[in-house]
């Protein structure tokens, strides 16, 4: 039997999980904000070494604080886990995976990149600018595979908190459909019919950037509902 201290320590438990969780989405924006800041909104061809040497120690911030990003969103499905499974096992591992494990894999990738364009420029590599375009493109290529790992992620988790009215239903609603145009943009990017760093990918992803703002605010300051069932 389930007594009252049990439910509130578990009710204290689900409240600092919610606070904990939002303060990572905040960091983790922040950090993404910052690393476009600093490196001035990245890259530019077809010279990407010479663009490399242009951003000089700012391509090396920019990078860790990609770094800082991935990890701080790579620790919410960890964090989230105890909170998620209740609702449905195979959703909580199923966001560890792909929120967890490959997407902040993918960020590693990308700082490991900028870092070593970083180096290849101070080196003065000019006869590897070839090597720079091509380590370049491929990033920005797995940054388009990854932002699809990143969508059925995120389904999981606005599905769980759908499901088991964690959130108020709008509030997840509005990330289920956030995600439509955010993977558009993506496979459109990989079929090479829209830039993906167009001022439309911004327009067509900024409803999934606001929303995940609203749903930190939310969890910092309302936490977590109770009910985890329909």
Do not use: C, N
Not at 59 to 79: D, K, N, Q, R, T
Not at 99 to 125: H, K, P, S
């Amino acid at each position: 039997m389930t007594t009252h201290a049990e439910v509130a320590s578990k009710g204290l438990s689900d409240r600092a999980t919610a606070t904990a969780v939002g303060v990572l989405y905040i960091l983790g924006t922040a950090a993404g904000v910052a690393s476009v800041a600093a490196t001035g909104g990245g890259l530019e061809g077809p010279d990407y070494l010479a663009s490399a040497d242009g951003l000089g120690s700012g391509l090396a911030v920019g990078a860790l604080l990609v770094l800082l990003m991935g990890l701080s969103l790579a620790f919410i499905p960890i964090v989230a886990f105890p909170v998620l499974r209740r609702v449905s096992e195979r959703l909580a591992v199923g966001f560890l995976v792909f929120r967890g494990a490959l997407e902040t894999t993918w960020y590693i990738v990308t700082a490991m990149t900028w870092l070593t364009l970083f180096r290849m420029a101070a080196d003065g590599a000019a006869s590897s600018e070839d090597a720079g375009g091509m380590l370049f493109e491929a990033g920005e290529t797995g940054g388009m595979l990854q932002s699809l790992v990143f969508v059925t992620g995120a389904a999981m988790f606005y599905w769980a908190l759908y499901r088991a009215r964690l959130v108020p239903r709008w509030l997840s609603g509005w990330g289920l459909l956030a995600l439509v145009p955010y993977a558009a943009v993506a496979i459109l990017g990989l079929l090479d019919v829209l830039d993906v760093m167009s001022s439309t990918s911004v327009g067509l992803q900024m409803p999934l950037a606001l929303q995940e703002m609203v749903l930190a605010v939310w969890l910092i300051v309302r936490g977590f509902a109770h009910r985890t069932t329909d």
